[in-house]
């Protein structure tokens, strides 16, 4: 029988991922406090990371959204969630894998 390596890494941020993942599907569904407020930072030049060429302009590696207040259209697929925020009084549509993602936090709860 072939041993295999435990890649502990991969492991923790696989989970890590499905628990931002849930967090956003209770977010989509109301279930969760308004007292909340969500950081993501993605890479904006994930090949399946859908943003307006002008957020691609000005965001060329990464960006910061905020889940908070104002947000549209929350939805939360197996492998990507999508979200309408407004950018200087103009609403975009965006659509970010989950394997983008390289931050996460709430500063309410310091997660």
């Known amino acids: 029988m072939k041993k295999i390596f435990i890649d502990y890494g991969q492991r923790i941020n696989l989970a890590i991922l499905s628990v931002i993942k849930d967090i956003l599907k209770d977010l989509s569904e109301s279930k969760i406090s308004t007292n909340h407020c969500f950081y993501i ?18 965001y060329p590696n990464e960006m910061t959204i905020v889940l908070q207040n104002q947000y549209w259209d929350l ?9 309408v925020l407004a950018f200087n009084k103009q609403r975009e549509n965006l659509c970010i894998p989950f394997d ?4 996460f936090y709430d500063p309410f709860v310091k997660f």
């Open 41 to 58: 930072t993605f890479k904006t030049n994930h090949p399946k990371v859908k943003i307006s060429k002008k957020l691609s302009k000005d």
């Open 75 to 83: 939805e939360v697929k197996k492998n990507e969630f999508s979200v």
């Open 100 to 103: 983008s993602i390289i931050k």
